[in-house]
């Protein structure tokens, strides 16, 4: 739906050099800057500003300024809001996917799903918005009124990673405005520029001052900002997507002030093919869960369990298939997969192949890291679609998250064996699984220690579900009508006297 100041802007006037606090662009008050580079051409595309604690404070006292008259608007005025912010960002789609596509590399329409994935989480919580409801209870005792009133938490930090530059913050930022709360926004500093075009939609929508604000900060600046973003009394809540490692960290410090906490960390993502599965529905649901971009999410799949009975099959029309894999471009509409995020990725990837070859290894296909001219180069960008075999569940790269292109072949005989093996790793965020047995497929669901499990499809993704993981993969949901939940404290007031 197009409104008056919905025209499309072009990518170069969504691109925003300063962080976005108290409704201003704004330098570092220490005037640095930090280079974003694209990961196909390892090219600057601009600098942007690289603030510290002192910037991020005053960013912090505007989101608490602002909560008092946030949280006291009808919760139909702040959907409202939410929705224009909606509406403008489908409306600038095609921008924001080209901009995304230049700071994180991931094939165009992958970023135009997001961007319309990011979106839907802000319909969604702006219509929870309408529908959250406190409670009366049954009282104890004559003369009293028991209430149950939902209020918002307060100030929100969230801390978001370099994956889904745009779905991560309104995955956070949606339910957490909708309930009341505002919000001050870190995103990875790898892929600033989606978050900041983000703030300029969201003031476009109208959406006051000081509720939504982003301060950016390369990965030295990080440690100090975070820290002040997990330890400041007026923070009453952070949201995190990363790394398990920076995770932890985050739950330690967040814990100096008793903040609430949700935790979106890491995987390591079972894909078990039975041998009475539909091999080519098994080979569909691996490729949309393992090379989406280029591996480079939490739920891809990790490890790949077939039975002993197909393996044979399967591996032949996998590596068919994985041949038509194109690597390239985001941009170029033939791409199925871009470049890994950084010279860091790469270089982790290519000691996390090396290991696995001494620990015994055969690369079935690919596994050369090529450059942007698809030559082989150690100092390139992309991984190529890589099938290994050989190695068991207990290898390094078994036990890793992998975030590349890689297919873990692992053999198996019977179900309670997989089961075992795929429960067998500290983490615990999504799985999936291929069966045509309407028994196994009941058992399996239950067995799996994972937050989210996929049968026989490998995207289970979407706005209305809980997203989320057990063990060290997190803490808390996003999305579903469960997602508002973390942003809401529950007060219970008695009236009493009333005999
Ligand atoms: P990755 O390794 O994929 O970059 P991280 O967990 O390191 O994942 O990063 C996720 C987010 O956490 C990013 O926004 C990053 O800047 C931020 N971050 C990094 N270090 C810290 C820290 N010490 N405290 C808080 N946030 C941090």
Partial sequence: MQTANSKSSTLSELIFKQAFIDGTW????????????????????????????????????????????WRSKLPSDRARLLMKWHDL????????????VLEQGKPYPEARGEVKY???????????????????????????????LRQAVGVVAAITPWNFPNAMITRKCAPALAAGCTVVVKPA???????????????????????????????????EVGKLLC?????????????????????????????????????????????DADLDLALKGLFASKFRNAGQTCI?????????DVIEDFTQKLIAKCQNLKLGDGANPETAIGPLINPRAIKRVQQLLLQAQKDGAHILYGGRILDQNLQESKQGVFLEPTIITGLDNHSELAQSELFAPIVNLIPFNDEKEVIQQANDTPYGLAAYFFSEDHRRIWRVSEALEYGMVGVNDGSISSAVAPFGGVKESGIGREGSSWGLDEFIEMKYVMLGGLN
């Fill in 300 to 308: 891809c799949a990790n490890r790949i369990f077939v039975h002993q």
């Fill in 89 to 100: 960002i489908l409306a600038h789609q095609d921008s924001l996917a080209q901009l995304m």
């Fill in 231 to 275: 330890t400041h009394p007026l923070v009453r809540k952070v949201g995190f997507t990363g790394s398990t490692a920076i995770g932890k960290l985050v739950m330690n410090m967040a814990s100096s002030t008793v903040k609430r906490v949700s935790l979106e960390l890491g995987g390591n993502a079972p894909l078990i093919v039975f041998e």
């Fill in 26 to 69: 704004v330098d570092a008050q220490s005037k640095a800057n930090f280079t974003v580079y694209n990961p196909l051409t390892q090219a600057s595309i601009t600098k942007v500003a690289n603030l510290g604690a002192q910037d991020v404070e005053l960013a912090i006292n505007a989101a608490q300024v602002a909560l008092e008259s």
């Fill in 189 to 223: 500093e790898d892929t600033p520029l989606s978050a900041l075009a983000l703030a300029d939609l969201a003031i476009k929508a109208g959406i006051p001052k000081g509720v939504f604000n982003v301060v950016t900060c390369d990965r030295e600046q990080a440690t």
């Fill in 118 to 148: 990011g979106a839907s989480f802000i319909k969604w919580f702006a219509e929870e918005a309408l529908r959250d409801q406190g409670a009366i209870i049954p009282p104890f005792a004559k003369g009293r009124k028991l209430l149950v």
